[in-house]
């Protein structure tokens, strides 16, 4: 058990419909990362976050957006979602975020969109 | 951005056996990470090795920062080794991972 906390384990939508997927860090981590793995893109960076503000922003659409709360659990909103967004979605966290430190991450979230 | 190959992509196993999996890096990193990703999809964190030697029971890593490459050992292999490993890099511009395509693991009786 890494300590990051992710629900829903599995999730199964219609196209053009909203979800929301959280993630809670481990107890002292301040940054979140979430990542995408989908059979053709493989593990991808979507975005990160440090004490609430966006970091950095890696191959996310203009469709997903996402936040971290004052408690530092974070939420990813993807919309109007599209087949193509079937994957497994995955939140680490980290104590700084700074990138020379371990990511642990959680046990994700399976999308499926139908 | 950095690349990151994983060799070799698929290896079928008997019980017993020992490996070597290896990853390449294309530019400097200040994180290397290997993780297992098991049947049923959780990634597991085996090593934080950016430079140097660790050991954690039947399974060690090395990584030469110099020549851009990380090794990960499995020894006496079990069954429960199966999965698929990645290897992952944070580079000095980039705080997150980038992660190579995995080697497939079968580990047969």
């Known amino acids: 058990d890494s300590g990051v906390t992710q629900t829903p384990k599995h999730l199964i939508t219609a196209t053009g419909q909203r979800v929301t997927l959280r993630c809670s860090p481990r107890?002292?981590?301040?940054?979140v990362y979430w990542y995408q793995q989908s059979l053709d893109q493989g593990l991808q960076f979507l975005i990160q976050?440090?004490?609430?503000?966006?970091?950095a922003k890696g191959n996310i659409l203009e469709r997903f957006s996402a936040q971290q709360f004052p408690d530092l659990h974070s939420e990813l909103n993807l919309s109007s979602l599209e087949l193509g967004d079937s994957a497994l979605y995955f939140c680490?966290?980290?104590?700084?975020?700074?990138?020379?430190?371990?990511?642990?991450f959680g046990p994700g979230t399976r999308l499926l969109v139908l | 951005g950095i690349q990151v190959e994983q060799s070799p992509p698929d290896l079928i196993l008997q019980e017993g056996a020992n490996s070597t999996l290896r990853c390449n890096f294309s530019?400097?990193?200040?994180?290397l990470q290997w993780f297992h990703q098991n049947p049923w999809g959780q990634l597991i964190n085996l090593f934080y090795?950016?430079?140097g030697t660790k050991q954690n029971g039947r399974l060690s890593a090395t990584t030469v920062a110099t020549e851009r490459y990380s090794l990960l050992y499995i020894s006496s292999s079990q069954t429960t080794d199966s999965g698929v490993y990645f290897c992952?890099?944070?580079?000095?511009?980039?705080?997150?991972?980038?992660f190579g395509s995995g080697t497939r693991l079968q580990v047969q009786p």
């Open positions: 107890s002292g981590d301040l940054s």
């Open positions: 976050y440090y004490n609430g503000e966006e970091r």
């Open positions: 530019d400097s990193v200040n994180n």
């Open positions: 680490a966290s980290s104590k700084q975020g700074a990138g020379v430190e371990t990511q642990y």
């Open positions: 090795i950016p430079s």
């Open positions: 992952a890099v944070g580079d000095t511009g980039r705080r997150a991972l980038t």
